[in-house]
């Protein structure tokens, strides 16, 4: 899996610097948009750097993207079946966190992702991140904290979440067992 893993982020460092570049933007106004330096864009961009879900986050907010859209403009084609073989897995070399994206890339405004998040792991996220979108939170294993600015929704196997208007959130596993969950996003017209 690390080959795939590994292939996955060098096209994702490809993709921010393309979607910079459609912005016009040069690294420095990306760095000041997403409230990254721009050293760690450079590396990034260079592939001399794994971004982590939280930097991923604050880039596809900075570029009006999800996170989602992003990957998917990395890896997938277009068609109305994504076999699971075909699922791009990216992991969060910080965490461990592993997202694999679902649901075929389409003209249709819905996103699918499972997230594996290990253990004892957290992966905080920027209001940015929820941008132009409305999620839902679907845990199917474990248990899964959910804090959305000050409101902390406690989470296990079955229980859905919508969640709220943009706003700094944290996806914590508190427990000694990996939780996976599933993110329906429909991403909303800008």
Same mark, same amino acid.
């Given at each position: 899996?690390?080959?795939?893993?590994?292939?996955?982020?060098?096209?994702?460092?490809?993709? $921010?610097?393309?979607?910079?570049? &459609?912005?016009?933007?040069?690294? /420095?106004?990306?760095?000041?948009?997403?409230? *990254?330096?721009?050293?760690?864009?450079?590396? $990034?961009?260079?592939?001399? %750097? &794994?971004?982590?879900?939280?930097?991923?986050?604050? !880039?596809? =907010?900075?570029?009006?993207? %999800?996170? &989602?859209?992003?990957?998917?403009?990395?890896?997938?084609?277009? =068609? @109305? !079946?994504?076999?699971?073989?075909?699922?791009?897995?990216?992991?969060?070399?910080?965490?461990?966190?592993?997202? @694999?994206?679902? %649901?075929?890339? &389409?003209? +249709? #405004?819905?996103?699918?992702?499972?997230?594996?998040?290990?253990?004892?792991?957290?992966?905080? +996220?920027?209001?940015?991140?929820?941008?132009?979108? @409305?999620?839902?939170?679907?845990?199917?294993?474990?248990?899964? *904290?959910?804090?959305?600015?000050?409101?902390?929704?406690? +989470?296990?196997?079955?229980?859905?979440?919508?969640?709220?208007? #943009?706003?700094?959130?944290?996806?914590?596993?508190? %427990?000694?067992? /990996?939780? $996976?969950? $599933?993110?329906?996003?429909?991403?909303?017209?800008?």
């Amino acid at each position: 899996m690390n080959n795939i893993i590994d292939g996955l982020n060098q096209r994702i460092c490809q993709r $921010i610097r393309i979607e910079r570049e &459609s912005h016009g933007w040069s690294v /420095s106004e990306l760095a000041e948009k997403a409230g *990254v330096s721009r050293a760690m864009i450079h590396k $990034i961009e260079r592939g001399e %750097s &794994s971004p982590t879900a939280t930097l991923l986050a604050r !880039l596809s =907010g900075a570029l009006g993207i %999800s996170m &989602s859209t992003l990957i998917a403009r990395a890896e997938m084609t277009s =068609g @109305r !079946l994504l076999r699971y073989g075909q699922q791009p897995v990216w992991q969060d070399p910080q965490t461990g966190y592993i997202r @694999r994206h679902l %649901s075929p890339r &389409s003209d +249709m #405004p819905v996103d699918l992702v499972q997230v594996e998040l290990p253990a004892h792991q957290h992966v905080p +996220m920027p209001a940015a991140a929820y941008a132009l979108a @409305r999620q839902l939170i679907w845990v199917q294993q474990g248990a899964l *904290v959910f804090v959305e600015g000050n409101v902390r929704h406690e +989470m296990e196997q079955g229980d859905c979440l919508e969640l709220g208007p #943009p706003n700094d959130c944290e996806f914590r596993n508190e %427990s000694d067992k /990996s939780c $996976i969950y $599933i993110v329906v996003r429909l991403n909303l017209p800008s």
